[in-house]
């Protein structure tokens, strides 16, 4: 499969809006991050979208992504949900809803902001089917496992998505590593970790803590994203071990 960061930028992404670029060379194209997103491709060309970023429209476009076999969402904050209506488009043609999964508590509060998305209105039709994980172990011909990390004084759902021998873990947005994320995330062959900057932050992984968890779960390959203006990539790039790479906007992982 292939695993494509449709963003990787922070929740203003990269420039911020004024043209601040921070400490990111505005000259190096891979510096201009939307927000996060993944979308992960089976060799058979089933497709899972993780999070539905305020830039998603955007990010289909760019990566010429017109339809997908179900939608994952990793919490409910702004940068991580708020594209969601650009699924109306992944919705037409389908003879039903766009299948939906998001820890309960999550998906509660998806369904109170969104509540047309999942349930139609005004004639219009139900766009996702939300259904809460609980014991969901299979999507889309994917082995789904998952694990709830803390996200300062929230929580966000860390995935492991795997197909025919190969794997991926998505942990963004996390501040503290767990015993039950290393479990999860054991041995991956690909690990896509939150970085949001060099020092510690209350509610995000610093590049120190995301490297430790890459070498805690004996992750095969490295990505970090979720990064701020502060992480240019030339430079964080002659920063990271070897088996890391830095993130970046269109980005594509075949395993």
């Not at 970023?53 to 010429?64: G, I, K, P």
């Not at 939608?71 to 488009?89: E, K």
Request: glycine share 8%; net charge negative.
């Amino acid at each position: 499969m292939k695993c494509i960061l449709l963003g990787s930028g922070t929740s203003t992404g990269v420039p911020r809006i004024g043209d601040d670029w921070g400490d990111c060379d505005p000259n190096e194209p891979k510096n201009r991050r939307t927000r996060v997103s993944i979308l992960l491709e089976s060799d058979e060309g089933r497709r899972i979208l993780v999070d539905t970023s305020t830039d998603l429209r955007q990010q289909l476009l760019a990566n010429q992504v017109d339809a997908i076999d179900a939608v994952f969402w990793t919490h409910d904050h702004a940068d991580h949900c708020h594209g969601i209506d650009d699924l109306r488009v992944l919705r037409y043609g389908r003879g039903g809803p766009i299948p939906g999964y998001a820890a309960a508590t999550t998906a509660d509060r998806l369904r109170r902001r969104f509540d047309y998305v999942f349930a139609g209105q005004h004639g219009y039709p139900t766009i996702v089917s939300l259904e809460a994980l609980d014991r969901l172990r299979l999507c889309a011909g994917f082995s789904i496992a998952w694990c709830q990390m803390p996200h300062g004084p929230a929580q966000s759902t860390g995935f492991r998505f795997e197909i025919d021998g190969k794997s991926v873990a998505y942990a963004t947005d996390f501040s503290e590593i767990r015993s039950e994320m290393v479990d999860t995330f054991m041995n991956v062959d690909l690990l896509v970790t939150d970085c949001l900057r060099r020092e510690p932050h209350p509610t995000h992984a610093h590049l120190a803590m995301a490297l430790e968890l890459a070498e805690r779960c004996n992750a095969r390959q490295t990505v970090l994203t979720h990064l701020d203006k502060s992480m240019d990539y030339r430079a964080l790039s002659e920063e990271v071990p070897k088996g890391v790479s830095v993130g970046y906007d269109g980005m594509e992982v075949a395993l």
